[in-house]
């Protein structure tokens, strides 16, 4: 299980890799994927890619993360990811 919110590198050399056009395909496999995810982003940041979003479950949340480390093994991805606070207000909203 992937730390969250926290830096993480495989240690294997990407070498030979177009990080950017990896990172291009992962963003399509995600949404067009079975989590049909459209609230992340991957951005390329030197050599490492940061993950960021908000999504509405933690497993999704965690489904997303592990794609991404598998997908760029041997590259350093930041997984910020968030899940939605999807709870019921704690008082009624004045409209007046």
Request: with cysteine.
């Amino acid at each position: 299980m992937s730390n969250h919110g926290a830096e993480r590198s495989s240690g294997a050399p990407g070498a030979g890799d177009n990080l950017e056009y990896r990172v291009a395909r992962l963003k399509e496999r995600i949404a067009a994927g079975p989590l049909a995810e459209l609230g992340v982003r991957l951005e390329v940041r030197g050599e490492a890619v940061l993950l960021t979003g908000t999504v509405p479950t933690a497993h999704c949340r965690d489904e997303i993360c592990r794609v991404v480390d598998e997908e760029l093994a041997g590259n350093q991805v930041h997984c910020d990811v968030v899940v939605a606070d999807v709870s019921s207000p704690d008082h009624v909203e004045d409209l007046a």
